[in-house]
């Protein structure tokens, strides 16, 4: 039989303290294409699965039936993404079940279109040769750099007091509409998402001329031990 797999949770949440040596149903729980979920037992923690019912459609329903696998797994433990076997990390899964534990992750994009930000954005084109222009266009390239990166972080500052999260993952990028884009993911306890959302309106009054978008909760991926530098 072959097996489709969604995510790795605690053991203990799915079998309580007795730990399984075969996979346990999980109920009221179905996969792709409807297929049963269960609990496939791996030490302390479970990998949940369904039968692998080959449909030919891999498409969004696939995606949303996954998703709701996820989220499903997530009402009840800490929800771990399947990136390697789990017997070889079981002591980072350990870790990160231990960090993570009544945690959730929430996602903000901030898209900003001000005219302050006009010429940081500008792209820099370098010259085809070598000399004393080409290293003039290179400084002034950085240059440009520190300011979108500086202006990210000064942004990443202010939303981090409206938001006071656990911790946070930021990063920034331009995109193809002249403007940049600030992706931050916050860790946050699962009991404060609704004050954290209460917090969106306040976000919007205090960061004019920028884009707010939120999202989740979600399973706090970007905050897993081993992943972050």
Known sequence: MAWYAYCIVEQQAFQGIVRARRPVPVENLK???????FA????????????YI???????????????VVSECFKRTTVLPLRRAVRLNRRTFL???AKLKGKAEMHLKLLIKDGSMREALKEIELPASVGSEYL???????TRQRERHTKARALSVQV?????????DVCCR???????????AHLIDHKKVQKYQN????????????EVVMSGPWPPYHFISGKRS
């Open 54 to 68: 080959p449909t030919g459609d891999h498409g969004q329903s696939a995606l949303v039936q996954h998703a709701h």
């Open 174 to 184: 331009k995109i193809d509409s002249g403007g940049m884009l600030v992706d931050i």
């Open 31 to 37: 996969g792709i294409a409807e297929a049963q979920t």
């Open 160 to 168: 981090h007091k409206i938001f006071d999260p656990l911790d946070q």
């Open 95 to 97: 870790e990160s079940v």
């Open 136 to 142: 003039t266009k290179l400084r002034e390239k950085a």
């Open 199 to 210: 917090r969106y309106q306040m976000a919007t009054r205090h960061l004019p001329g920028i």
């Open 40 to 51: 496939y037992p791996s030490g302390e923690f479970s990998v949940i699965v369904s039968e």
